[in-house]
Nanobody, 123 residues
Framework: VQLQAFGGGLVQAGGSLRLSCAAS????????LGWFRQAPGKEREFVAG????????YYADSVKGRFTISRDNAKNTVYLQMNSLKPEDTAVYYC?????????????????WGQGTLVTVSS
């Protein structure tokens, strides 16, 4: 599976962005998917995860209620809708796929990674 994330950019605090991650391959629906982010000087951290069907999702406390992860298996794409953005959301955002249909919060459980897309939130 090859993943390509896009949709990042510069936005003012309080604004919104939608990230997309397109995947190649015919088995997209069998993967659990996650979004992670890495801010300058910090470790990569879990943001949101979604299971193979989209019926189960999980969020980091820092984004709960503001971000929404979703997927369209027909389009081989996973999305991250980000609302009420804050300067501390500034980071490179990565999508990742895990073999086994479920999502995980641990980086090591993911088998494939996209290249990342930069989100900058100005105050």
């Amino acid at each position: 599976v090859q993943l390509q994330a896009f949709g990042g950019g510069l936005v003012q605090a309080g604004g919104s962005l939608r990230l997309s991650c397109a995947a190649s391959g015919r088995t997209f629906s069998s993967y659990g998917l996650g979004w992670f982010r890495q801010a300058p000087g910090k470790e990569r951290e879990f943001v949101a995860g979604i299971n193979w069907s989209g019926g189960s999702t999980y969020y980091a406390d820092s984004v709960k209620g503001r971000f929404t992860i979703s997927r369209d298996n027909a389009k081989n794409t996973v999305y991250l809708q980000m609302n009420s953005l804050k300067p501390e959301d500034t980071a490179v955002y990565y999508c990742a796929a895990a073999i086994g249909s479920y999502y995980y919060t641990q980086i090591s459980r993911y088998d494939y990674w996209g290249q990342g897309t930069l989100v900058t939130v100005s105050s």
